[in-house]
């Protein structure tokens, strides 16, 4: 059975909602963005962000997964296995 998305499609669709979001030029961002540090994200914001990616994908990373995640690169790799 194939993903329904590709890595580039989930990334794509991060780099949508960070820009729709929270108004973060698409230019600005790459794999190796900090979401926290260089993005300047706080808590609230990456709960809205793990809302954003269940409509998306349908499914949800579980709190404790999300809590590690710190880069795009991250975020990418964690929906993707959950698929």
């Known amino acids: 059975m194939t993903k329904k998305y590709s890595k580039e499609d989930i990334y794509n669709k ?10 973060i030029d698409k230019s600005s961002v790459n794999g190796d963005t900090n979401l926290f540090t260089d993005l300047e994200l706080d808590s609230i914001d990456a709960v809205d ?9 349908d499914k949800r990373i579980s709190p404790e997964e999300f809590k590690q995640i710190r880069t795009v690169n991250d975020v ?3 929906v993707y296995n959950l698929l």
Do not use: P, S
Not at 49 to 57: E, H, I, P, W
């Open 14 to 23: 991060l780099c949508e909602i960070l820009e729709e979001e929270f108004e």
């Open 49 to 57: 962000l793990a809302v954003r990616l269940q409509q998306f994908t």
């Open 76 to 78: 990418t790799e964690a």
